[in-house]
């Protein structure tokens, strides 16, 4: 039986736990004996996990906690920022959302310059899809399912922050161009990646918390700006989230967890993906995008996150960073790691559980379309 009591621990412990990675892979005391994050590195990782912490701060209203992440952002800020690329991006979204809690001019153009760059600088595929730049390479030419999250997520938030309908429009686009090539017909599940130089899906893997990239981005896209989403469009998303989930369902461990690759369950337990598919299911569900029959996975699935929460706070079975695969054994080797994506994601779905467990308004109920 779930209790705000015993959720409300869990967010402590984690959230602290986030508080302790000073990078990957990488645990140290807590700098002070007040929050303070302490992650180095201005990229994906820390861009999940700041977006799962600053979730929890505006539902439980704690104005610390904002502040906290509000002092992260001015030390990476006035430090100077890396170069702009995809994972880079990621922690945007949290300060696209930060800006309605502080004035903080500065941050308000560098959010609007952000979005521009992504829509005419960032290098595009063939059908003007966001090719996946990171740090280490260019990846030309190729899509990535954990692009959606990382960049247009944030850009539709900046769209709907400052009334942008052509940042939102982008923002949708990406999401029909990635589903073209890495959603596949026959399971409905989401391959990692494609490559238009070659045309192929690399080592066709569904990879676990990339479909939980979908699970999660799909739900928080309707979150976000779902109004300004046009309804052919709304309704395709949600068909498109209702096949992976049917195939999600039929994949999960008795225990509730599932694997690195998916549809191999004597792969590696992940953390990250299970704690992943479980909060987009709920958020789906709230956003009425799923039916409440899917809530059992998502249940089951918690309970199993639940169990991988050590008592440092530090979420346990995650995979780490996973670059593009080019054969199935390199998913099966990946190891585990303290990250804050890990941290993050649960973050998440404890929020979701705790909001569950409170008293909504009526009129905020929504009819599931159909599909």
């Known amino acids: ?80 920022l890396p170069p702009r690329q995809v994972n880079s991006s990621s922690p945007m979204l949290a300060l696209s959302i930060l800006i309605d809690h502080v004035n903080r001019p500065d941050w308000e153009a560098l959010v609007q310059d952000w979005a521009d760059w992504l829509v005419n600088d960032l290098a595009k595929t063939e059908d003007g899809g966001f ?106 998303l949600t068909c498109v989230l209702q096949s992976q989930v049917r195939a999600l369902s039929g994949l999960q461990h008795d225990n509730g967890m599932f694997s690195t690759l998916l549809d191999d369950k004597d792969s590696p337990l992940e953390t990250s993906a299970t704690a992943g598919i479980a909060y987009g299911i709920l958020r789906g569900i709230e956003e009425g995008i799923l039916p409440e029959s899917t809530r059992a996975v998502a249940d089951k699935a918690y309970d199993a996150v639940v169990e991988r929460i050590g008592e440092d706070g530090i979420v346990l079975e995650v995979s780490d960073g996973t670059p593009m695969g080019h054969d199935l054994d390199f998913y099966r080797k990946l190891p585990n790691v303290p990250a804050p994506y ?30």
């Open 131 to 236: 090719q996946h730049v990171v740090k280490e390479r260019m990846n030309d030419g190729e899509l990535w399912d954990d692009t959606l999250f990382m960049t247009c997520l944030f850009l539709a938030q900046a769209g709907k922050r400052f009334e942008r309908k052509d940042w939102i429009d982008e923002a949708v686009y990406q999401f029909l161009v990635h589903t073209r090539y890495l959603a596949d017909p026959v399971t409905g599940l989401w391959y990692h990646g494609w490559n238009f130089n070659g045309r192929h899906n690399f080592a066709k893997a569904f990879w676990g918390r990339g479909n939980s990239w979908i699970t999660v981005a799909i739900p928080e896209l309707f979150g976000l700006v779902g109004d300004a989403i046009a309804p052919s469009d709304a309704r395709f």
């Open 1 to 80: 039986m779930k209790s705000i009591e015993d959720i409300s621990r869990l967010l402590s412990s984690v959230s602290i736990g986030l508080a302790r990675l000073k990078g990957m892979n990488e645990t140290a005391p807590l700098a002070s004996e007040g929050f303070s994050l302490q992650f180095d590195e201005w990229d994906w990782e820390v861009g999940v996990g700041i977006y799962g912490l600053l979730r929890h701060a505006e539902t439980s209203g704690d104005r610390e906690l904002i502040a906290s992440i509000a002092d992260w952002y001015d030390w990476q800020i006035g430090r100077g």
């Open 342 to 371: 890990g941290q993050a994601l649960v973050i998440l779905l404890l929020v979701e559980t705790l909001s569950g467990l409170q008293p909504k308004d009526e009129g905020k109920q929504k009819k599931v379309a159909n599909a």
